[in-house]
């Protein structure tokens, strides 16, 4: 509905006086929720809506209804900087200032930047980002200054890119997650590249169902311990190449739940992993896989890996696919595959 002219007829609640009777008949819909957005003007950015036990009750509409149209609003993030370090701690996208709101510590008034300077001396960053975002790509990319991230809120689902999200958060020593909504991401490639502070990642909210690429996901994470993976759907994934690659002092991974029927790429997946000792990846089906060019290469410690449909295509690229890796854990691997080429 164009509202662009009838901006005089909106009164302070948010409706307008000409379609106020219409609204009125619409009370008992389900669909309430969506006929007051669409009667809001722009510069509101359905800031007014917010749930209310009395309110709910008078308009019939229920909690499952008002969460699928409160995913208008703003995602809400809090941010701890390291003290006395400067520069930027959030990269906005080119024309899409107006959808970022950042306030320091309490305060409520608006700053109109996104890096810290010298006389700033604060202790959290507040961040609420409007709906019209749709994508996260490089949001946080190269930002050096900030040591924990804390995801508020976020009931939308529009967000489809993730990408490099975190790349280079070399600083980063927390990240919750836990309330992030992924339902529709399809590209995470890099999104934790180089995030070398991090010792924990929990993972396990995450609905990967829709992710296509998580190519260098984890690259470069060196002081990564444990990353929990429990709950990931990699149905859809073609891509996992640097997958884990890097991730130093790694020592077990959990593997039983990602799928890799429908991946092609898995080279340097696991490569450097030099802390690794043993990995389980039996119910890998790799007949897909057309690269696996280093996959294992420098896993130094590695001395058990438990194979099962791990089939080699003939067509694959096996590079030095354990180069640095110990004798008897190729021959492992050769011996599953004694039809096909090693």
Known sequence: MDTTDDTKNIR????????SKNILNNLKSNYFLKILLDNLPKNKSLKIIKYNKKFQNRIKVSIKDYKEYSEHSPIELELIPIK???GIFINIPDKEEEFFHIYFDDRKEEINRN??????????????????IISFQNLFKQCKCIESINCKKFYRNNIINMSFMFFGCSSLKELNLS?????????????FYGCSSLKELNLSSFN??????????????????????????TNKVVDMNYMFSKCSSLKELNLSNINTNNVTDMNNMFSEC?????????????????NMSYMFSRCLSLKEIYISDFNINVE?????????????????????????RV
């Open 84 to 86: 006395n370090k400067l």
């Open 12 to 19: 302070k609640d948010g409706f307008k006086q000409n379609n």
């Open 316 to 340: 694959a690229n096996i590079t030095d696919m354990f180069l640095g890796c110990s004798f008897e854990l190729e021959k492992k691997i050769s011996d599953a595959n004694k039809n096909r």
């Open 115 to 132: 890096h810290l300077n010298e006389k700033d001396k604060i202790k959290t960053i507040q961040i609420k980002i409007d709906y019209q």
């Open 179 to 191: 309330k992030f909504n992924t339902n529709n991401v399809e590209n995470m490639v890099g999104m």
């Open 274 to 290: 030099i802390s690794l000792k043993k990995l389980d990846i039996s119910n890998f089906n790799t007949n897909n896989v057309t």
């Open 208 to 233: 990967t169902s829709n992710v296509i690429y998580l190519g260098y996901l984890f690259f470069k994470c060196s002081l990564l311990e444990k990353i929990n993976l429990s709950n990931f759907n």
